[in-house]
Nanobody
Framework: QVHLVESGGDLVQPGGSLRLSCAYS????????MAWYRQTLGKQRELVAS???????TYAASVKGRFTISRDNAKNTVYLQMNSLKPEDAAVYYC???????WGQGTQVTVSS
């Protein structure tokens, strides 16, 4: 059973920054493509960013230049550094592998003044 545990969500003002973390429970982490997704109420979950086993990254157009995905294979952890946050970035953020496994609980990001 794979476990994904997201953390780091918070309330932040527009223009602020947050760093999300996601811990993966198995030692094969280093060979996996990892991704961050987000979902708001009534909308489909969307892919925000991904990073493969050799740290090639992709980003949704809406976050490119503001968000950075990274990984620490020694810690089985993937990160999402979010800068210049906008109200439309508010969502529950999830991490997962690609292809997806069971979803974690996610972490809530609220962007509001």
């Amino acid at each position: 059973q794979v476990h994904l545990v997201e953390s780091g969500g918070d309330l932040v003002q527009p223009g602020g920054s947050l760093r999300l973390s996601c811990a993966y429970s198995r030692s094969i982490f280093s060979i996996l493509t990892m991704a961050w997704y987000r979902q708001t109420l009534g909308k489909q979950r969307e892919l925000v960013a991904s990073i493969n086993s050799v740290s090639v990254t992709t980003y949704a157009a809406s976050v490119k230049g503001r968000f950075t995905i990274s990984r620490d294979n020694a810690k089985n952890t993937v990160y999402l550094q979010m800068n210049s946050l906008k109200p439309e970035d508010a969502a529950v953020y999830y991490c997962n592998t690609i292809p997806n496994v069971s979803w974690g609980q996610g972490t809530q990001v609220t962007v509001s003044s």
